[in-house]
Structure formats: structure tokens, C-alpha cells
């Protein structure tokens, strides 16, 4: 199955790295603590813009379909949560 997909990627030039990236957002995002993208891009040394994707990447089932929150602080300024997915008090 493949993790990734999209018009440009490519398997041997994304693969690795976009898998890399995934693995990070996911385990420093699984504390349950709430960051701002700039917090988690600094910490996991990547890209707003991919962390961004990575978090939309988490909720997908193929990733774990884990539960990502948004909160808003103010204008143009969210914080984000991942939690794991919840079904019939069961968690996955």
C-alpha cells in the first residue's frame, strides 16, 4: 500500500524522506500537547508547509487514522493535537 501519493510524487525521490518526516510528526505529536506548526516544523527540523501535510497525512486510514485538532489562538494562528483514533471505547 502506498503511504504517499499526488501528481508529483515520486516513490524514489519522496519516499524516505516524506516517510522520515511522517514518523517524526507523529511521535513528538503523540504527547498530546499542543503546538503551533512553527513549534512542531522547528522541533522535527522540516517545513511548515510538510508538517502541515504530515498532520493531514495522520489522519488518512492508511496512517493510523489518528485524530488531529486544530484550536485557534488568533488570527492566522492555530495549535494542533494528535490523539489516537477512539472507536466504540476502543483505541487504535
Not at 519522496?14 to 511521535?27: N, P, S
Amino acid at each position: 500500500m502506498r503511504t504517499f501519493d499526488g501528481e508529483t510524487y515520486e516513490p524514489g525521490r519522496d519516499g524516505d524522506r516524506l516517510t522520515a518526516q511522517l514518523e517524526r510528526v507523529k511521535t513528538l505529536m503523540l504527547d498530546g500537547r499542543a503546538r503551533t506548526l512553527a513549534e512542531i516544523a522547528e522541533q522535527i527540523a522540516a517545513p511548515e508547509s510538510s508538517v502541515s501535510a504530515r498532520l493531514r497525512d495522520l489522519r488518512k486510514p492508511r496512517n493510523g487514522c489518528l485524530v488531529v485538532e486544530r484550536q485557534y489562538v488568533r488570527r492566522g494562528l492555530f495549535t494542533y493535537t494528535v490523539k489516537p483514533a477512539q472507536r466504540d471505547g476502543w483505541l487504535f
